[in-house]
Each structure stands twice: as C-alpha cells, then as structure tokens.
C-alpha cells in the first residue's frame, strides 16, 4: 500500500503532466463551450429518437403516392408551391399521418 502512495504522488508530480498554463473552467469561457464542445443535435437525444420512430412508423402507413411524393418533397428545395395541387394534398396526407402518430 505505501509503495502505492508513493507511486501516485509522482504521477501527479510529473513534469509532463502539470499543466503549462493555468487551468480555467469551461464555463469561465461559456462561448468557446458553445461554439467547439457543445453538440446541438444531441441536447435532447430520447427526443431525436421518437421522432426518428415516429417518422418511420408514419412512412410505413403511407400509400405509394404519398411516400413518393414524401420523398420528392424532402429531396427538393423551395416552396410546396411549385408542386401539383395532387402531390400537395398527397404531402398533407403525410402530414396529417405523422402528427397522428407522434401523438
């Protein structure tokens, strides 16, 4: 056991493991945390995952129509008014479809 001590108090001692600057909290410099450490799309994962199931289970009840156009919708940029009023409706059946299962 004191051979133990001995060998942790040098550890601690090393030359290569003090710090050359003095050590500062993140949150003393809460930006930098903000822009380098923190990952925005993991601030609510249990979240991320229910819609993740819930836009899978509301796919999977979609018809044909509806998943293509889901798809075409998702693939493209720009407004739902550059779409056939067909593929709009269709869109809103998709929508009305997932609502309805996340809640």
């Known amino acids: 056991m004191h051979n133990r001590v001995i060998d942790l108090i040098r550890e601690s001692q090393a030359k290569k493991r003090i710090p050359k600057s003095e050590l500062r909290s993140i949150e003393a410099r809460e930006q930098y945390y903000v822009e380098t450490i923190q990952d925005h799309q993991e601030l609510m994962p249990d979240l991320r995952v229910l819609l993740g199931e819930s836009i899978t289970e509301s796919f999977s009840k979609f018809s044909r129509l509806e998943k293509q156009t889901f798809l075409q919708m998702l693939d493209r940029q720009g407004s739902s008014q550059q779409f056939s009023a067909a593929a709009r409706n269709a869109f809103d059946?998709?929508?009305?479809?997932?609502?309805?299962?996340?809640?």
């Open 93 to 103: 059946r998709c929508r009305k479809k997932f609502y309805d299962t996340v809640d």
